[in-house]
């Protein structure tokens, strides 16, 4: 190694090492620890215990059920709902555009107890306002919390309103980079605005939107707060109990570290799956 | 003459040891949740009285945050724990079987099987493991039904009248209809199995059995528990509630019943507003037949000292004096309702008194009455699993995905034993 070389790294070696201690250690570990059965100290090796339980456990199904159902629901939904709403902040007949930017922005600086708290109070069953105005306009109130799938539609709302904006403002970014001349030359051809929206704009959004949407189902892999604390921990009894949580409760509720290395392991293969596929389906064609 | 000398000394010497461990000083941190955590503030005064400089601060976390924070800390090696911890008896055990080295022995000092036989077999059993004391039995929970007296006279119910599930029934169906607004009671259906294990324990059935070597949550107690609550819910005289809802809703007068271990006494009364004085009172839990168990226990804690503790003499001072004597679990009796489950406690006058908040009736003297009847439970240290899986299946039935209760529970056992290992009772 070269002289150079050697004082870089060494410049570089307090971050590599809490790299390590912090990152690359506790990944080997728990990947060691999901062939033990970690049920009671001292902790054994015992290889198919978790890997096993996993394909036959209806709780784990349960979950990844649950987060496909998120993801195949809520993305498309948001990402759609991000790709208008970025047009419509583009559009040059909008006043106050920074102020609507930072509006729509604003749900992704707020803390998410603090919403989960808000949403919690506006969906009670008894005194929310959503209720409220369900009964109101003559609809029936809902129980959000004990219906299972007014639960998971509950969940879905919250992370859509949390989550467009900030997709909003990247495609936006994307919109603004797409080049004027483009639009001019299809007007000048009397190419229709909706038209113009297929066949221009979305296609020269792809990678921008590729990009949101694999974020999204990153993101969506790893849902936590919300269920766990608009939902209470995935209530009722499980039916918005996502991946994060399955693999939270493992961890900490009832201490069995082994299986929750598993699905950990398991989640992070199944979100890299997911992702080659976006880029599969998202691949430019030749 | 000798001998005497030897006594003298030897008296003067547990004398030093006392007046020694009275100049104890330092400063103690608990976690605990609730009226528990006001109830162990409560008793501060009296102990600081005897223990003038040992300070005394009651962190009021909550009662999951307890537990999450408590199996944190321990996993990380008692980083960031309290001197002294509150557990509830039916989580207790995955304490005591993941991190024995995460709390003090007991017995070491000063828990003697002599002070330990004052309190009940049935809180003590999820407490001791060999020879070793990790916590002391704090208090118990047996269940009584609170109601609103105004209420149930709108609808000309007398709560003596109600002997079975299916005359609860009746009369909330009666209360909801001479009560607009108000619904007969309220349960944490989507966050908890509370009714289930309350009726269930009623009728001698829990999750698993009392050694904890089988699981038993398809017995026929159990699976007649979850049906009741399905009628319930079915009738409309039950609708879903957590902790804080409930209480929102007793505040507001929504609700007129409220089931729950005899320590929600403390909750009512230190929560309602002034003008529900006088208008709450308690009656026996219903049974499934008129000649039925009308007897269960649900919560009930102890205390533990972690071995993170700096002071774990001082700790144990506090734990015993609030606990171990009369005077400390009184203290909680009377504030917030704690029931004792220090045996020498329930002779206390107290106990006997008819009470102005409750319409003058004698509460505790219903409410003590049943604990010779109530059936142990066993949490084990697979409570947590089997809890998830049976609230599950509890909302999967109430919505009407199983065909019965039985098969609700049938598929409920099958995935306990899937996770636990253990066999399925016959």
Redesign the interface.
């Known amino acids: 190694m070269r002289a150079r070389n050697r004082i870089a790294y060494g410049f570089l070696a307090p971050y590599l090492l809490i790299f390590a201690v912090f990152w690359i250690w506790p990944i080997i570990y728990s990947f060691y620890l999901s062939f033990l059965s970690t049920r009671a100290v001292p902790w054994t090796w015992a290889p198919h215990m978790n890997w096993g339980r996993l394909w036959i456990d209806p709780a784990f199904w349960n979950a990844l059920r649950n987060t496909l159902v998120i993801l195949f629901i809520q993305v498309p939904v948001m990402i759609a709902l991000a790709t208008l709403l970025a047009v419509l902040l583009n559009s040059q007949l909008l006043k106050a555009r920074g102020i609507m930017r930072f509006a729509f922005f604003a749900p992704v600086v707020v803390g998410e107890v603090a919403y989960a708290a808000v949403f919690r109070l506006m969906f009670n069953a008894d005194f929310g306002v959503i209720n409220k105005i369900l009964t109101g306009v003559g609809l029936p109130a809902v129980s959000w919390f004990s219906n299972p799938t007014a639960a998971m539609a509950l969940i879905i709302m919250a992370v859509t309103w949390r989550w467009v904006g900030y997709n909003a403002i990247i495609i936006l970014a994307g919109l603004q980079s797409i080049p004027d001349d483009v639009y001019e030359a299809a007007t000048l051809d009397k190419v229709s605005k909706t038209k113009q929206f297929f066949f221009i704009t979305l296609p020269l959004l792809r990678p921008i939107i590729l990009v949101c949407v694999v974020l999204s189902v990153i993101g969506t892999m790893q849902l936590f707060a919300e269920p766990f604390l608009i939902t209470n921990r995935g209530g009722p009894g499980g039916a918005t109990e996502t991946l994060g949580l399955f693999l939270y409760r493992q961890g900490f509720t009832v201490l069995n570290f082994g299986y929750a290395s598993a699905v950990a392991y398991t989640i992070a293969g199944l979100a890299i799956i997911i992702s080659l596929i976006n880029f599969w389906l998202g691949r430019d064609p030749k | 003459m000798r001998v005497k000398l030897g006594c003298a000394t030897l008296a003067l010497c547990v004398a030093m040891g006392a007046s020694g461990a009275n100049a104890q000083s330092g400063e103690l941190t608990i976690w605990s949740w609730n009226i528990a955590a006001s109830s162990l503030e409560a008793v501060v005064e009296g102990f600081n009285a005897q223990y003038p400089d040992i300070s005394v601060r009651v962190d009021d976390l909550g009662n999951q945050q307890v ?2 924070r408590l ?2 800390g321990c ?1 990380a090696g008692g980083a960031g724990l309290p001197d002294i911890v509150s557990i509830e008896n039916h989580e207790a055990e ?1 304490f005591w ?4 080295d995460c709390f003090v022995n007991l017995r070491d000092l000063g828990y003697t099987e002599e002070l330990a036989s004052e309190f009940p077999d049935f809180k003590r059993t999820e407490l001791e493991v060999g020879d070793a004391a990790y916590a002391m039995p704090w208090d118990s929970g047996p269940v009584v039904m609170f109601y609103r007296r105004d209420f149930y006279e709108n609808a000309g119910v007398d709560p003596a009248s109600i002997q079975t599930w299916d005359d609860f029934i009746e009369a909330g169906i009666a209360i909801a209809e001479a009560n607009p607004g108000v619904t007969m009671t309220r349960a944490d ?3 908890d199995t509370e009714w289930v294990r309350m009726i269930g324990n009623e009728q001698g059935c829990g999750f698993f059995s009392d050694d904890g070597s089988a699981i038993t949550v398809n017995q026929p107690g159990c699976v007649a528990a979850l049906e009741k609550v399905k009628e319930m819910v079915d009738a409309g005289i039950m ?4 902790w804080d ?1 409930k209480i ?2 007793n505040n ?1 007068g ?1 609700v007129a019943s409220q089931m729950y271990g005899g320590w929600y006494e403390g909750t009512i009364r230190s929560t309602v507003p002034e003008d529900q004085h006088g208008l709450w009172g308690v009656y026996l839990m219903p049974s499934l037949d008129a000649n039925g168990p009308r007897a269960a226990n649900l919560g009930g804690s102890s205390l533990a000292i972690t071995s993170a503790s700096q002071n774990p003499e001082a700790a144990w001072a506090y734990v015993n004096y609030t606990l171990g004597t009369n005077e400390g679990q009184v203290t909680m009796l009377r504030e917030y309702g704690l029931v004792p489950s220090l045996l020498s406690a329930l002779d206390d006058p107290y106990v006997s008194e008819p009470l102005e908040f409750w319409g003058g009736q004698a509460v505790w003297v219903d409410i003590l009455g049943t604990l010779d009847d109530v059936v142990p439970s066993r949490g084990t ?2 409570f ?2 089997a809890d ?2 049976v ?6 039935y109430i ?1 009407g995905a199983f065909e019965s209760a039985q098969a609700a529970l049938d598929d409920a056992a099958s ?1 306990i034993a ?4 253990l066999p399925i009772a016959e």
């Open positions: 537990f999450d199996l944190a996993a995955i079987a993941q991190f024995p259906l989507n966050g609708t879903a509630a957590d809802e929102q809703a507001a929504t240290p697979f947590g699993d998830a899986i609230q599950a299946a509890q909302t999967q919505n995935q899937l996770v636990t290992g």
